[in-house]
Each structure stands twice: as structure tokens, then as C-alpha cells.
């Protein structure tokens, strides 16, 4: 089955630094890679996907890029902010052609950014 | 614009004891979740429904049973709670696979603790 493994599990950073965040997945089949932000006391929210036939995907601070052949995926955040202090996770699709239609998810990320 | 609806908030129950979470969505989406967050172990999906009348099990389905009743409302079960079932449930949904643009939309969650 798909596996997740999700790195660092906490990562502090200083307002203005970038911070990364690397998944690794286990079935080169997984097709589509959401990432997910978790605010204190609330339900996860989609901030970004991407699907494999993509490498790249940006949207103002955040980025996504995709290696299919190492089976990794990041997360990217410039010029952090007080207010990107959440939980991150990441998620990988597995789509095989049915009625299957299921997210795996890594473990987290608690994402601090210090003022 | 309710989105996804989870109620109750909070629960403590006794061992033993059985209830019934409930999740509701006003999207008309067609598949919806249920998962359980575990510190250290991200979200884990419990049991799904792809449709009206189907429910389907999940990574970990034992102790928890699902009904899908009608296509707006979720509902999970618990016959005779657990230590091991404490745990913040969310419930998502879905207008259709991933790979086709239907990323999830999370509910606020349901702590549930069991003594």
C-alpha cells in the first residue's frame, strides 16, 4: 500500500527565512500530491496541489515541486510570515481506474515562525 | 456556506459506551471521509463512501462502523468505545477524485475522549 513519510516533524524559522518541507511516497503510481494547512483547533485546508505530469507549481509564497523519479515532493515557503505558524501536512492520491479515491497522509510538520 | 459540519465538538465517553458522530455537508459532494489525527501519526482514514448507500473500510476500520444513509450526511459509529478510540476526528468531502480537481474540504473535527 501507499506509504508517506513526511520531514522535519517541527521546523522554526525566523519571519523572512524560507522554510522547506520534504514527503517521500512509496507507489510510483501516486498521481496527485495536496498539501494541507492545520491552524490550531481546526479542520485541515487545502493551500496546494500538484499532479504528476507537473513539476512545478507556484502561488504567491508557496511552491510545490515534484521529483517522480526519486518520488519526493516539497513544499517551499518564502518571505514567512507570524500567520504561516500552523501544521502542514502532505498527501499523496492513489487513483487505480475505480472507485478508489483515497489521500494517504504524512505525519505533519509544525511550521514556528518567529517575530 | 456551512461547508462540512461535524457535531458534536467535543465528547467524553466511558468505556464501553457507544455513540454516533455526525457529518454533514451542504456541496452536494459525492464522496466523503472519515479520519482520526493521532499526535505523531497524521490522519489515518478510518472508513469512506464514494456514494449515496456505500460505505467502504479504510486503513483503520475495526471498532468503528459507517453509514451513508443520505448523500449530504456521514455518519460514524462507535459500538463500545475504547481507550485506544480517544482521538480528534474530521470528517471530509469531496465533488469527485482528486486527480479530476476534487480536493478535500475538511470539517472542524470532534475530540472524542474515552476513560
Known amino acids: 500500500g501507499e506509504n508517506v513519510e513526511q520531514h522535519p516533524s517541527t521546523l522554526s524559522v525566523q519571519e523572512g527565512d524560507s522554510a522547506v518541507i520534504k514527503c517521500t511516497y512509496s507507489?510510483?503510481?501516486?498521481?496527485?500530491f495536496p498539501w494541507y494547512k492545520q491552524e490550531l483547533g481546526k479542520g485541515p485546508q487545502l493551500i496546494i496541489d500538484?499532479?504528476?505530469?507537473?513539476g512545478e507549481k507556484k502561488d504567491q509564497r508557496i511552491a510545490v515541486t515534484l521529483n517522480k523519479t526519486a518520488k519526493h515532493f516539497s513544499l517551499h515557503i518564502t518571505e514567512t510570515q507570524p500567520e504561516d505558524s500552523a501544521v502542514y501536512f502532505c498527501?499523496?492520491?492513489?487513483?487505480?481506474?475505480?472507485?478508489?479515491?483515497?489521500?494517504?497522509f504524512g505525519t505533519g510538520t509544525l511550521l514556528a515562525v518567529q517575530p | 456556506n456551512a461547508g462540512v459540519t461535524q457535531t458534536p465538538k467535543f465528547r467524553v465517553l466511558k468505556t464501553g459506551q457507544s455513540m454516533t458522530l455526525l457529518c454533514a455537508q451542504d456541496?452536494?459532494?459525492?464522496?466523503m471521509y472519515w479520519y482520526r489525527q493521532d499526535p505523531g501519526m497524521g490522519l489515518r482514514l478510518i472508513h469512506y463512501?464514494?456514494?449515496?448507500?456505500?460505505?467502504a473500510k479504510g486503513e483503520v476500520p475495526d471498532g468503528y462502523n459507517v453509514s451513508r444513509l443520505k448523500k449530504q450526511n456521514f455518519l460514524l459509529g462507535l459500538e463500545s468505545a475504547a481507550p485506544s478510540q480517544t482521538s480528534v476526528y474530521f470528517c471530509?468531502?469531496?465533488?469527485?477524485?482528486?486527480?479530476?480537481?476534487?480536493?478535500?474540504?475538511f470539517g472542524s473535527g470532534t475530540r472524542l475522549t474515552v476513560v
Open positions: 500538484i499532479r504528476s505530469n507537473v
Open positions: 463512501s464514494v456514494g449515496e448507500g456505500t460505505t
Open positions: 507507489d510510483s503510481a501516486s498521481n496527485y
Open positions: 456541496m452536494n459532494h459525492e464522496y
Open positions: 471530509a468531502s469531496s465533488r469527485s477524485l482528486p486527480i479530476h480537481g476534487g480536493g478535500y474540504t
Open positions: 498527501a499523496a492520491s492513489l487513483f487505480d481506474g475505480g472507485a478508489t479515491n483515497k489521500l494517504i
